[in-house]
């Protein structure tokens, strides 16, 4: 079970009114900001899909009158026929007004929707206050109360479930070829509006919108959100890692929320294999080994569940891999028979299909890949014919298609002077992360953060790991970029558990500053760690 407000899709609705409220509230707030962060300027393109005319009429600084006025008209009706016993579809009501103002539109008449949306509330109220523009939260927090005080005696039904029915008798009495479900999500802004604003919540709400009606849970579950987000350049990073083998945590840095994913369902040898993970898209791939072959399982946020079943061109285990947006690339490894690898494959979320690259100059594996600049990078890891860690790095060039080698790109080894040490198959990969394409490394004998003079090719230390963060040789220790700042996850190690932290920092040009962002019970060994960005 997800702990806390679920950012996935739920199957329980909610059963409160305040939860409505809350949820239409934050919808008519982000109209709010959002028309005052972003005015629509004639002839600039209204919304990111096409617009209808009654959505390119709107300017921005109007949107939260139309809210207002609409709702409050839509509001007192729905009152009074929830008092008489009459549940009529309010869709209807709200196709009605839209159907007019389209006969307006289509007549040339292009009027001010305001002034149309001020005309219907003068019929259906009698008169309008001058100035009756306060805050959408005290509107909001007043129809709610007025509405609490009127459903008393029993009237006091679910809301949602209201609206879930309406929505469904609204689907019986409009046909195929007609007003389907899909077509307007919140009926009074319509479509692109309700996607507009939907596009601006934070994706861990998205489990309770998805909740509301099958409209808003296609519309969840098809991941259109967020194409449309990543077009628009909104980018929420959580944070996945696993401290226990088949389970993993999720962690949102932005509102301190940890959530619990199902438990993946695998055979033994697969828990017990040495395991790969990364985020690409909306998607967690963990890669490990089953008994006779390489086998891939994916998590999808969409759904919130795990399945298996993908299949890479040449199957790998311990490869360098990095994720920018909705494709990944893989780079070296072994193969099923143990063979180093310098083939390299690139993923791609949206059509789940691999492409085989050109391969690199140097066979490697135990290596670490990183996006810097639009490129792929690979650093570090073992070459054949030598058991000494690999100094040279390369990049890939997207569009070129071709592999550079760049000489003496990463320190040798980790550890300092009298220390012994570990022999290069007992060291993790590279510990390094990439924020604002600038690349950093975590030395885990030294407790150093170094960060990377690409002009100079050559790396300079820039301060301390944070102190609690310990490692055996590297490994159990996590050092990620999320969005602006470094993470770094790891922990005290006790016997029977311990206690993970969630250390960050953004980089600046001073010595690194920690901050604990969170701690939980756990054990603090990290297994596998990524970031999903979308």
């Given at each position: ?18 939860q409505?409220s ?10 709010e ?12 393109e ?83 206050r001058?100035?009756?523009?306060s ?48 077509s307007?999500?919140v ?21 309770s ?12 579950q ?5 194409r449309l ?24 840095p932005?509102h ?22 990364l ?8 890669f ?8 891939i ?11 298996s ?49 050109r ?17 792929f ?60 394409n ?15 003079d ?5 790396w ?6 944070p ?19 470094l ?18 920092w ?5 010595a ?23």
């Amino acid at each position: 079970m997800l702990e806390g407000p679920s950012y996935l899709v739920s199957r329980d609705l909610p059963s409160s009114c305040e939860q409505e409220s809350k949820w239409i509230y934050n919808t008519f707030r982000l109209i709010e900001l959002s028309s005052n962060k972003r005015r629509l300027q004639d002839g600039e393109e209204k919304t990111l899909r096409k617009s209808s005319k009654l959505s390119d009429a709107l300017e921005g600084e109007k949107v939260c009158r139309v809210v207002n006025d609409f709702s409050n008209v839509q509001n007192d009706q729905s009152i009074e026929q929830l008092q008489a016993g009459n549940h009529s579809d309010i869709h209807d009501v709200s196709d009605t007004q839209i159907d007019q103002s389209n006969d307006h539109n289509q007549s040339g008449d292009c009027s001010d929707i305001y002034d149309f949306s001020h005309e219907k509330n003068e019929q259906s109220n009698g008169e309008l206050r001058a100035g009756n523009l306060s805050d959408i939260h005290d509107f909001s927090d007043a129809q709610t109360d007025e509405s609490n005080d009127q459903h008393e005696g029993g009237v006091h039904s679910d809301i949602l479930e209201f609206s879930h029915a309406q929505t469904d008798q609204s689907n019986d009495q409009h046909p195929a070829g007609e007003h389907s479900d899909l077509s307007s999500l919140v009926h009074q802004l319509g479509r692109d509006i309700s996607i507009n604003c939907l596009l601006r919540c934070p994706r861990s709400e998205y489990g309770s919108v998805a909740s509301l009606n099958r409209s808003f849970r296609s519309l969840i579950q098809g991941g259109e959100l967020y194409r449309l987000r990543r077009q628009m350049g909104i980018v929420e990073h959580w944070v996945y890692f696993s401290c226990t083998l088949l389970e993993w945590e999720a962690y949102d840095p932005n509102h301190n929320r940890w959530m619990h994913l199902p438990r993946m369902t695998s055979n033994e040898c697969f828990m017990c294999s040495d395991k790969e993970s990364l985020a690409v898209g909306t998607e967690l791939l963990v890669f490990g080994k089953e008994i006779t072959s390489h086998v891939i399982y994916r998590y999808s946020i969409l759904t919130n569940t795990w399945s298996s079943g993908m299949k890479m061109n040449t199957p790998r285990c311990l490869f360098g891999s990095a994720s920018f947006g909705e494709i990944a690339i893989l780079a070296g490894g072994c193969d099923p028979c143990g063979n180093i690898l310098s083939s390299a494959e690139l993923y791609n979320s949206e059509t789940g299909t691999w492409r085989t690259l050109r391969s690199m100059n140097k066979p490697r594996k135990m290596c670490s890949g990183m996006f810097m600049d639009g490129k792929f990078y690979v650093i570090g890891g073992i070459g054949t014919g030598n058991p000494k860690s690999l100094t040279c790095g390369e990049v890939y060039d997207l569009e070129t298609e071709t592999w550079t080698e760049i000489p003496n790109m990463f320190p040798a080894r980790n550890g300092g002077v009298g220390l012994i040490e570990a022999p290069a198959a007992a060291e993790a990969p590279p510990l390094v992360a990439v924020v604002n394409n600038t690349l950093y490394a975590a030395d885990y004998a030294e407790k150093e953060v170094r960060r990377y003079d690409k002009e100079r090719n050559e790396w300079v230390t820039i301060g301390g790991l944070p102190e609690r963060a310990v490692s055996m040789n590297g490994w159990g220790l996590a050092f990620r970029a999320c969005g602006d700042r470094l993470i770094v996850i790891g922990g005290p190690r006790v016997l029977g558990g311990g206690i993970i932290e969630l250390n960050s920092w953004i980089p600046n040009e001073e010595a690194p500053q920690w901050d604990l962002l969170a701690s939980k019970q756990s054990g603090s060994f990290v297994y596998n760690c990524t970031v999903m960005g979308c």
